[in-house]
């Protein structure tokens, strides 16, 4: 591991140095003279006094480079019967005429933007809008519903939202506008506009004051690029934390830049000319850094697939488009691998495709099991890659770089520490874990670029969240350890964070919900093992005094409360109803015990338990045996 070694280390001990190295593959309208502010600790910020613009380098520069016919974004849609393909230049002239668009709707640098949208290219144009002038988007993934949404806007305080009228979700039509109203008449904060882009197969009906995407669009000025700090916030992404209320990742423009560049070359090994397929949702982390921001950042063709793995139109479809598209690196979660296995285990759908232009697998977002591991390597004869990161961290913490050296892949392992990441594994002394032994996950201080500086307009919340477990680390909130060579084994959250099909969710958020039911004394909600999902949300709720509703109404009323409130995507489909929970004398529910028994295992009995025979009530129902 000479390179890896090599590059690694200097990472971590001239980071300066390295940065600046790295700054210098992005375009900057003033060049950063320095390069990490550690002023104020444990607040860092890097390049502050430099100044760039996300979209000149996403787009404008490839131009400006003669590559405007290149092909940046490739719209493929089974579920439309839609493929549009954008050069450079028609990606960059119809964002300058959104931007041109939005400034006309009053938002202006630093301006707030929330973007609830399907995977459509309108999504992306408007994202890249708000960077072009400086404005900050905060894209919501088009599963939630409209409390979560409302959460979002009320805290990011928008002055406009843009949506579209619906998603399509297979054969299922989302109608999204009353779910947008709904949320409006929630949230406290009232955006001035709303731009609503009209999709015919479910139009959605306009208040006062909605514009329609082409009405808002029609006659605009193109907007050219505006110069922002590079510590200037380029987008707010809300992620699930512990409690109800999601936290709000900021992403600076100027690290965020440098980090994506960085990894698209030495991670991903892609560059012009390649073709990246991150098979992702754009209201996701995953989406923001390589659907949207780092593929066209290093000047590659990237694809926007509205559509699922199976069933638009069946399970041959990742493998279809990567023939048909000639894409080079496929990213997406294990869930979806596993929805391919489980509708063609013998690949035969897969093998009607030629998919030689693909070099590699990259897969992350929960952990991959070594059957998923084994059979994507088969099924596609390319080497999958396993890395892990989060939303918090923007790119890849640990991974196989496989552009700056490939190592061999170990199951069950997403390789090693990335360069810029000082990963290490605590026992809850803070002592380090010795290989081999679990603790849990933190990164040294500072971050690198890319990595959130904070959370928005909440600096307290931040270091509460993440900075105070140990002194001078980033708590991951992930458990693992790692072997006697250096790899990193990720075993799971070591909160209440759940992750449903790649899908980050809360179980506080699905409490909360049930809280509010009024036959509801108290409730918990776990994450089980799930074989497709990796793992799904379970309820279980004790009724008020009184209560006259036959529990299995009360069970299916919760079920589909949870869906209208946060969305489908919560996909809690069970709710029990039982006569006590497991609590602490002082009170706290033994969600970790209930966790334990639920996934088969016979965990230890805390001493502090209040009642031992609640447990005993509750065993065969966690473990769904009645
Ligand atoms: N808008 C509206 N609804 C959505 C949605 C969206 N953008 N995304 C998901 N939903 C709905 C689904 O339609 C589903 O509804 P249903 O309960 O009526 O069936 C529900 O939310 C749960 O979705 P999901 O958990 O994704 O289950 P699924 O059965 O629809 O699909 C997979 C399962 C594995 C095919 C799918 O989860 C998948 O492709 N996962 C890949 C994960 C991924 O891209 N993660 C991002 C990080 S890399
Ligand atoms: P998100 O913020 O939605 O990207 O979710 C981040 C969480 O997903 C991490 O904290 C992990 O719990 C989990 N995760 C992501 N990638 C991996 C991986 N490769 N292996 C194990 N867990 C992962």
């Avoid at 928008?158 to 579209?164: E, R, S």
Wanted: a negative charge.
């Amino acid at each position: 591991m000479g390179a890896y070694r090599d590059t690694y280390e200097r990472s971590l001990t001239d980071p300066d140095r390295f940065w600046r190295d790295a700054a210098a593959a992005v375009d900057w309208t003033r060049m950063p003279t320095r390069v990490l502010d550690g002023d104020r600790p444990p607040f860092y910020r890097w390049f502050p006094d430099a100044e760039l613009n996300t979209c000149h380098n996403a787009l404008d520069r490839h131009v400006a480079a003669g590559r405007g016919e290149d092909t940046a974004l490739i719209y493929d849609s089974p579920v439309t019967a839609t493929l549009r393909t954008y050069s450079f230049r028609r990606l960059r002239d119809e964002v300058a005429r959104c931007a041109g668009a939005l400034r006309r709707l009053g938002v202006e640098r630093g301006d707030r933007v929330v973007v609830y949208m399907a995977m459509v290219p309108e999504a992306v144009i408007t994202m890249l809008a708000c960077a072009r002038l400086g404005a900050v988007h905060s894209v919501v993934f088009g599963g939630f519903g409209p409390k979560e949404l409302a959460a979002r806007i009320d805290d990011a305080r928008p002055k406009v939202v843009v949506a579209t009228s619906c998603g399509i979700e297979g054969s299922r039509v989302v109608a999204y506008k009353p779910l947008l109203d709904a949320a409006l008449a929630e949230a406290a904060h009232r955006p001035a506009h709303r731009v609503i882009l009209q999709r015919e197969q479910a139009p959605g009906e306009l208040a006062p004051g909605d514009l329609t995407w082409a009405d808002a669009l029609d006659g605009a000025a193109d907007a050219a690029c505006v110069p922002v700090a590079a510590t200037d916030p380029l987008y707010i992404l809300y992620t699930s934390g512990t409690t109800g209320r999601p936290k709000g990742v900021v992403r600076d423009n100027g690290g965020h830049a440098v980090a994506l560049t960085w990894s698209m070359a030495n991670v991903y090994a892609t560059g012009a000319g390649d073709v990246f397929w991150a098979a992702s949702d754009v209201g996701w982390v995953v989406g923001h850094s390589y659907i949207v921001y780092g593929p066209l950042l290093a000047g590659a063709t990237t694809v926007l697939y509205e559509g699922k793995p199976v069933g638009t139109p069946d399970a041959g479809a990742f493998f279809r488009v990567v023939e048909q598209h000639k894409v080079t690196a496929l990213f997406t979660a294990p869930t979806a691998i596993r929805a391919i296995r489980k509708e063609d285990p013998e690949g035969r759908l897969a093998a009607r495709h030629d998919t030689g232009t693909l070099r590699t697998l990259f897969l992350a977002g929960e952990r991959l099991d070594p059957q998923t591991y084994e059979w994507a390597g088969q099924t596609l004869g390319v080497p999958v890659v396993d890395h892990w990161w989060q939303t918090e961290t923007g790119w890849p913490v640990a991974a196989n770089l496989r552009g700056l050296e490939p190592m061999p892949t170990k199951p069950g392992s997403p390789s090693v520490p990335v360069p810029g990441f000082d990963v290490r594994v605590l026992l809850p002394d803070g002592t380090p874990a010795p290989p081999g032994v679990d603790g849990a996950i933190v990164i040294g201080l500072p971050l690198p670029p890319g990595c959130l500086p904070t959370l928005w307009q909440d600096d307290e919340r931040f270091v509460a969240s993440y900075l105070s477990a140990f002194p001078g680390v980033y708590l991951t909130g992930d458990g693992g350890r790692f072997d006697e060579d250096g790899y990193l084994y990720v075993m799971g959250r070591t909160d209440d964070v759940i992750n449903v099909a790649g899908h980050r969710l809360s179980t506080g958020a699905m409490e909360e919900v049930l809280a509010a039911h009024p036959a509801v004394a108290e409730c918990a909600v776990i994450g089980v093992d799930d074989e497709l999902k990796g793992q799904v949300p379970r309820g279980f709720v004790v009724l008020k005094a009184g209560v006259d509703t036959a529990a299995d109404v009360v069970e299916q009323q919760l079920v589909a409360l949870v869906r209208e409130r946060i969305g489908a995507v919560a996909a809690l489909r069970t709710v029990r109803v039982v006569p006590a929970l497991p609590k602490t004398r002082s009170g706290k529910i033994l969600r970790g015990t209930m966790r334990g028994i639920a996934g088969g295992g016979d965990p230890a009995v805390p001493s502090t338990i209040e009642d031992p025979s609640v447990l005993d009530t509750l065993r065969p129902i966690l473990r769904q045996e009645r």
